[in-house]
C-alpha cells in the first residue's frame, strides 16, 4: 500500500505548486488572450452589423430614389405623349381646315371659270348669229332668210367644234 513518507509529502506539495504556477503562469494569459480575442469578434461583429445595417438603408435609399425616378419618368414620357396627340390634332385639325378652304376655293374658282367660259360661249354665238345675219339679211327675205341663217349657224357650230 501507500506509505505515507516524507517523499510522497513533497511530491504532492511540489505538484501544488506546479498546479498554482501553472493557473497564474499559464492559464489565466490565455484565458486573458481568449477574453481579449472573443471582445475583439464581438466588437468586429457589431461593426459588421452596423456596417450592413447602414448598407441596407442606403439600398433601401438607392431602390426608392430609383423607384421615383422611373415614376417620374413615366410621368414625363405620358406627358410628352399627351402633348404629342395634342399637337398631332392640332396641325391635322389645321391640315383638314386648310384643305377645305383650298377645296372652297377652287369649287370658287371652277364656278368663275365655267362662268367665263359660258359667258365666252354665249359671246361667240351671239356674234356669230348677227355675222350670219347681216350676210344673209342683204340676200333673202322672210321664210327663206331663217331657213338660210339656221343652217349657216348649224355648219359654223359644227365646223368651229371639230
Known sequence: MLKLDANLVLTIINLLILVAAMRIFLFKPVKNILAARQAEADRESAQAKARSAEAEAVKARYERTLNETEEERRQIIA???????????????????????????????????????????????????????EKNVGEKTGAGIDDALYNQFLSEVGDKKE
Open 79 to 133: 406627358k410628352a405623349r399627351k402633348q404629342a396627340d395634342e399637337e398631332y390634332k392640332r396641325i391635322v385639325g389645321n391640315a383638314k381646315a386648310t384643305a377645305k378652304r383650298i377645296e372652297a376655293e377652287a369649287g370658287e374658282e371652277a364656278e368663275r371659270t365655267k362662268a367665263r367660259i359660258l359667258s365666252d360661249a354665249e359671246q361667240e354665238i351671239a356674234d356669230m348669229i348677227a355675222a350670219a345675219t
